[in-house]
């Protein structure tokens, strides 16, 4: 795996210049990925806040062929990309040059809209990669509330108001839809942790076929957080095990940080996002401790997954 | 004079479904995406056994839509890759919104499709609607009569769309049942022949270019949207006088020539019908039947509708005294039928002619007969000196 030096020495492919706002997370995961990623790489986009921000016309921040189609159909146009390689590969039209595919999408484009299209491209095995980037909401048309909402967060579709605590129902978890779908790689890691995320994007390079990778990356705007704090919002996300760092490789389930007796309370993270901000209402106790029952039982219902897969000796 | 033919051609019985993937093997794309919607399920369906037994070179994606079917085509495409797809009706709706994208960037896709009544209530059967509710997509669309034009048609769409001033996707239709499963006798090229004339695809652009990598797709507002889609506009104008050259050398090399529009006796014709797709062939023989009578009627068959033939329409009109043009789809705009609006539009500001009505006909698959041709014949033949029309608008073979 590259180390920082390496990857800081590498080419550019994705460059500044790009009208994203400060502290957002998206723009790291595309530069983290490309670095990454050392063979020729083409990249497919679906409509959201990092296509329309990195792609306005005569501009463009993608130093690698990049093509934008529409919002729900990354991975199928991508998939249909990867088919066109390999056809013309084998037919001996062009040569081959180890050319990689990645499509990706924010939540969005792919818990909801593109969900059909992400699992027809997984479930035909297209040898690609499709990287979320999970914000948590449709930040791109105004903070919109989308399956990838966590529960009680403020959105302008699912806003806290006299009866409503914001988004009253639970996240979608898409890393286990995605492990539903057999495909060899599965991967959850965040914007802020350069060396788990390239970690793992170089390993679903090593691996032929279907890859999926979710990103839990800030939107300072839809949070309402500081922009200085990227790395570390998305790093207490972790450390509070709302968002887990692990991997599903063949099926088999692997934490790759456990942060044992540092975990957090919830609340801490949430303390420093104004989207949850009427959670620390007197009265609103309940909403917060139900979030932090919800956590714990989810991050031991991960713990036991992998250590059944390491009971049978299969890890 | 042509010297029709010295590519001596197979002569072998095909459903237009059938004929149509027979010009798919010919073509042998890089790359099918389809998914399955009947009357054209059996186009994707024998291309797969192509596949299966290595007749074709051909990466079969199976999608899990059409909206996906037309999406990875674009995404091959984009690769630089001759792609296809092939649908109908709510498949082709599906594919909507993807459409005015491929024609946009320029992608020369050729899709079959196959006329079928568009949803609701659901019906399987043919009628126009489904191609015109996409007729502003930016697509080419070329209709046609049989299976042998099916057949021919998907051969030049590849030529025309292909064509460095043109670029643009064409959609091919046959119309549901009566074409698509419909067995005739019909003439194709040999493979070495049909491979010679389809020729090797070079595109403009593609993505797999990584020492040139471009951006494909931008987000394009106030300041360049509009500049961009004048060469689209552009291209669907040049795209009528290539589509007429493409079906001139069809014809001097395989012995049938086809053009934006056929006039069908109309040389020294007073009253005729403007059709589309299979109702041609049967307006033809009540032609023939009405002629013995010696009644000066005749057909003009749009074979193009995208570009929409102006000038040739109103050059064929201008001599022509009463027209009925038959629509097989409801513009639902409070008035008449697509084809009826755009031909009226075209004639506004001729100096010549004639006077026009029109037919909804055969709307989810209702057969239209000779009989009710004919009767549309006398009614024309009946106000073409007179100075009332009637009814402007009617509804032909619909219960009461
Ligand atoms: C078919 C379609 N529906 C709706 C939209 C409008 N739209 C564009 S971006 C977007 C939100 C994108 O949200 P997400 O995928 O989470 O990306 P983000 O903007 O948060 O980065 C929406 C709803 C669209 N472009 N296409
Ligand atoms: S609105 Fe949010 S997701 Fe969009 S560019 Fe700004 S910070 Fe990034
Ligand atoms: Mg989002």
Redesign the pocket.
Known sequence: MATLKELAAREEKFVGGHTSCAGCG?PNIFRLTLAAIKEPVAVVG?????E?NTSIFPYTSWKVPFLHN???NSAATCSGVEAAYQSMVKSGKIKDENFRFIAF??????????LQSLSGAMERGHDMLYIC?????????GI?R?G?TPRYANTTTAPVGKVNPGKSQKKKDLAKIMVGHNVPYVAQTIAGNWKDLTNKVEKAMSIRGPKFIVVL?T?PL?WVTKSQDTVKLTQMAVDCCFWPLYEVENGKYKINYDPKDKKIPVADWLKLQGRFKHLFKAGNENLLAEIQTEVDQDWENLKALCDFHSKQGVV | MTAVTEVKQLTVARTGNEAMAEAMRQINPDVVAAYPITPATEIAQIFSSFVADGLVNTDMVTVESEHSALSATLGAAAAGARAMTATSSQGLMLMA?IMPIVAALRLPIVMPEVNRAISGPINIHCDHSDTMFCRDAGWIQIFSENAQEAYDNVLQAIKIAENPQVHLPALVTTDGFIISHGMETIKILPDDDAREYIGAYKANYSLLNHEKPITVGSIDLQNYYFEHRIPVIEAMQAAKSIIKQVGKDFGEKYGRAYDLIEKYRTDDAEAAIICLGSTAGTAKDVVDALRTKGQKVGLIKIRVFRPFPVEDLTAALSTLKAVAVFDRSDSLNGYGGPVFTEVCSALFNSAQKPKIINYIYGLGGRDIDVHQIEAVYNRLNSIKDSKDVGDIVSYLGVRK
């Open positions: 998206y679906a409509t959201g806040c990092c329309v529409a919002f729900e999408g924010g939540d969005g484009g792919t818990y909801d809209i593109g980037y999970d914000n948590g909401a449709y930040m791109n048309t919109q989308s990838a990356a939107c839809g | 919104e």
